[in-house]
């Protein structure tokens, strides 16, 4: 299985300030169609996890421009430019490029 | 609006079967491979099975293989998710999940 690992696991941020999440994985998250299948799920207390990123760097619909996520191969960053308030959650690499699909252990971002 | 509304969570004792389902609406229900994902109180995401559109292709997690089937039904916007022989660290919120659509989850407790 491709184990996914994510650093830190907390990340306290002041508000305004940027912040970034490493997800590695254990390998090569290329697929034979050339895409490379890595997702950032967000999952703010107490609600579903809701993805923010598809496919390394795209943002789906309704996600502020201020996440974006970036990497290729085995080595994938997911930045906040300005951290909100609304923000505070924990935050999930997901790879879907083999079976079975894992996730990261999980990042929780809260402020200082 | 796209929404997926799953059921069928409770109390059940170790060695029993439960029967997930999760109602689809707001798209085309029979053309998106659909997942099941869960979440043991306080942990992070685990995979746990997928299923494509048209039922052809089954995958599962090995924690789960042999005694979870996935199934859906395309005519009534179904998915469905047959869990027997369970045990204590089958204890989860269950989510149905589209690649980017997750439902509220239902919750699974397992426990004598």
């Known amino acids: 299985d491709v184990v996914m690992t994510q650093s830190p696991l907390s990340l306290p941020v002041t508000l305004g300030q940027p912040a970034s999440i490493s997800c590695r994985s254990s390998?090569?998250?290329?697929?034979?169609?050339?895409?490379?299948?890595l997702n950032w799920f967000q999952q703010r207390p107490g609600q579903s996890p809701r993805r923010l990123i598809y496919?390394?760097?795209n943002r789906d619909s309704g996600v502020p421009d201020r996440f974006s996520g970036s990497g290729s191969g085995t080595d994938f960053t997911l930045k906040i430019s300005r951290v909100e308030a609304e923000d505070v959650g924990v935050y999930y690499c997901?790879?879907?490029?083999?079976?079975?699909?894992?996730f990261g252990q999980g990042t929780k971002v809260e402020i200082k | 609006e796209v929404q997926l509304v799953e059921s069928g969570g409770g109390l059940v004792q170790p060695g029993g079967s439960l029967r997930l389902s999760c109602a689809a609406s707001?798209?085309?229900?029979?053309?998106?491979?659909m997942n099941w994902v869960r979440q043991a109180p306080g942990k992070g995401l685990e995979w746990v099975s997928y299923?494509?559109?048209?039922?052809?292709?089954?995958y599962y997690a090995d924690s789960v293989r042999g005694r979870f089937t996935i199934s859906r039904d395309n005519a009534k916007n179904s998915l469905f998710l047959q869990m027997n022989s369970l045990r204590d660290e089958d204890t989860a919120m269950y989510y149905c999940?589209?690649?980017?659509?997750w439902g509220q989850g239902t919750l699974v407790t397992v426990s004598s």
């Open positions: 999940a589209r690649e980017d659509i």
């Open positions: 707001g798209f085309t229900f029979s053309t998106f491979g």
């Open positions: 299923i494509s559109s048209g039922s052809s292709n089954i």
């Open positions: 390998q090569s998250l290329v697929y034979s169609d050339g895409n490379t299948y």
């Open positions: 496919k390394v760097s």
């Open positions: 997901m790879q879907h490029t083999q079976w079975p699909r894992t």
